[in-house]
T-cell receptor, first 115, second 111 residues
């Protein structure tokens, strides 16, 4: 089955700790995205990548970091600099980015909670 | 930059009533997309509209794209409990940047 997987489903972070959220896709998509969703809120773009070894900041990149070493993988690290990390994190991919008709396919999400 | 506004933010309806959510853009859009997110789930692509004045139907869902391509609506006829969720519209940004999502309309259906 083609799709996007995210792990873990739930993640707990202690104060001062960095944590990494996994996102893998086997859709052969070039572009990948990370969004943050707070309860009752919309989707806010954290980072996106249009091609391997390249990525750009979204609207709320502070306190987060990403890498794109492989086409299939786009892990997100929530650093200790992110003071309010409790949220639902969604990874998405699209065939390419910036082409007007591209649709995004979302993974099941990871819920991050701070202890 | 590009902004996509959605109203209402929340809507509670009795089962069987109709529901409409509206999406407005600050700029002309080449296309608009709609997504649905069930409670606890992830957004799922529903449809894309491209042409001015376009109307598309999916069973009880009717999607419209405005003549000026700056607004869109999603109308659900005779809501069912399976329609519960948040509906997002999204439009392309300028240049080579990702889609811009509206904040969504959360629909609750009371049986």
């Amino acid at each position: 089955d083609g799709g996007i997987t995210q792990s873990p489903k739930y993640l707990f972070r202690k104060e001062g700790q960095n944590v990494t959220l996994s996102c893998e896709q086997n859709l052969n998509h070039d572009a990948m995205y990370w969004y943050r969703q707070d309860p009752g809120q919309g989707l806010r773009l954290i980072y996106y990548s249009q091609i391997v070894n390249d990525f750009q900041k979204g609207d709320i990149a502070e306190g987060y970091s990403v890498s794109r070493e492989k086409k299939e993988s786009f892990p997100l690290t929530v650093t200790s600099a992110q003071k309010n990390p409790t949220a639902f994190y969604l990874c998405a991919s699209s065939m390419t980015s910036g082409r007007a008709r591209e649709t995004q396919y979302f993974g099941p999400g990871t819920r991050l909670l701070v202890l | 930059g590009q902004q996509v506004m959605q109203i209402p933010q929340y809507q509670h309806v009795q089962e069987g009533e109709d529901f409409t959510t509206y999406c407005n853009s600050s700029t002309t859009l080449s296309n608009i997309q709609w997504y649905k997110q069930r409670p606890g789930g992830h957004p799922v692509f529903l449809i894309q509209l491209v042409k001015s004045g376009e109307v598309k139907k999916q069973k009880r869902l009717t999607f419209q794209f405005g003549e000026a391509k700056k607004n869109s609506s999603l109308h659900i006829t005779a809501t069912q409990t399976t329609d519960v969720g948040t509906y997002f519209c999204a439009g392309p940004n300028s240049g080579n940047t990702p889609l811009v999502f509206g904040k969504g309309t959360r629909l609750s259906v009371i049986a």
